[in-house]
């Protein structure tokens, strides 16, 4: 299936805009409304972490698994409350049933409520979203030591998470329109950067395959930066996603250079710029700034002209812990980039130019 070809320029035009995730309604009916208004290309399901902690990342897929594990008292994540039931939590990842609950996920269940009353007319690409199984086994603990290291327990997460993913991309393919499934994955960067072959990259690889077997877009989103400031593009363009979705505000480079950058966007890769910064305040930011951010980062990999073919806007991570008139603001900010970027000339020669990112 020609699945690349959907989010393309022929299908989609320049700079179309999405979220990462989370908003900070706690109503999960107004957040749709907020997604039908200013994401109407891509929508996505809304995460309510302020609406409970069970909408956060982790805490919403520990629900098969949340009887064997309790809060760390004095760090990040969780811990195996009792180190002999390892086997069980594994035996779980790999066998219980993968689906979001409601009061986890009360966003998934309001977005397919609005798809069923037709409140995404203009949509070319539904966006659902989960934590990657590098993250999700790097937040848990058994006697200190993060599962991330530990390669059967890894699998394990991998494979939950994909069905997981996949129930996602059952559910909304019932709307006939195509489907993108994005992992949110910080943790790839704290990997080797030139290194694709450990065995977290294998995993998060054989996840996005599973995804792409549905025949859906499988996605990387890593909002976590290098110890240079930058961010992992190059790794996450070599997980073998359909989409790469990236803190693109917080340094300004080049990275669009590096061969993986350019041997991905080439191959038809989908590039989603996080240029919107995840903030409260965000009256010192200009679009025609972020526009620069942009032009920057792009330069050296082909034509600018066709590197905006490849575009999307997103902000640099999900909004669920700012206002809502900070949401609001970011996705207006994040569709005024947008539109400079889909004003490019040469654009138009190829259709672009008559599609509104407003």
């Known amino acids: 299936m020609y699945i690349r070809e959907i989010l393309s320029c022929r299908r989609l035009g320049a700079g179309a805009v999405t979220g990462i995730g989370s908003l900070p309604h706690t109503d999960a009916e107004a957040a749709v409304r907020l997604v039908a208004e200013v994401s109407p290309e891509i929508p996505f399901w809304p995460q309510l972490p302020q609406r409970a902690v069970e909408e956060r990342m982790v805490e919403q897929v520990l629900t098969p698994v949340c009887d064997l594990l309790a809060p760390r008292r004095d760090s990040y994540g969780y811990a195996l409350l009792r180190a002999d039931r390892r086997a069980d939590l594994m035996a779980r990842f790999e066998c219980a049933q993968a689906e979001l609950a409601p009061f986890a996920a009360a966003g ?95 995993v998060v690889q054989s996840v996005v395959r599973g995804i792409q077997a549905t025949g859906a877009l499988g996605g990387i989103h890593c909002c976590a930066l290098l110890p240079d400031g930058t961010p992992p593009v190059a790794l996450l363009c070599r997980t073998g996603a359909d989409v790469v979705s990236f803190d693109a505000y917080h340094r300004v480079a080049s990275w669009c250079a590096d061969p993986d950058v350019c041997a991905f966007v080439k191959e038809g890769g989908i590039l989603a710029f996080g240029l919107a910064p995840t903030t409260l305040d965000l009256s010192g930011v200009g679009s025609a700034d972020l526009l620069t951010h942009w032009i920057i980062a792009t330069a050296g990999c082909d034509r600018q002209v066709d590197m905006a073919r490849h575009t999307l806007v997103t902000a640099t991570c999900g909004l669920g812990l700012l206002s809502e008139d900070a949401a609001r603001q970011s996705f207006r900010l994040a569709r005024d980039v947008a539109g400079l970027i889909g004003r490019m000339p040469g654009l138009e020669a190829h259709g672009q130019g008559e599609r509104s990112p407003r």
């Open 108 to 202: 998934f269940f309001a977005f397919e409520r609005a798809l069923a009353d037709g409140a995404f007319p203009r949509a070319v690409a539904l966006k659902g979203q989960i934590i990657g199984p590098a993250t999700l086994a790097a937040l848990l603990f058994v006697d200190g030591q993060p599962l991330v290291n530990d390669s059967a327990a890894l699998d394990a997460a991998g494979s939950y998470i994909q069905r997981l993913a996949i129930w996602q991309i059952e559910r909304l393919a019932r709307w006939r329109t195509p489907v993108l499934l994005m992992l949110d994955e910080p943790y790839l960067a704290l990997l080797p950067q030139r290194d694709a072959t450990g065995e977290a990259m294998r």
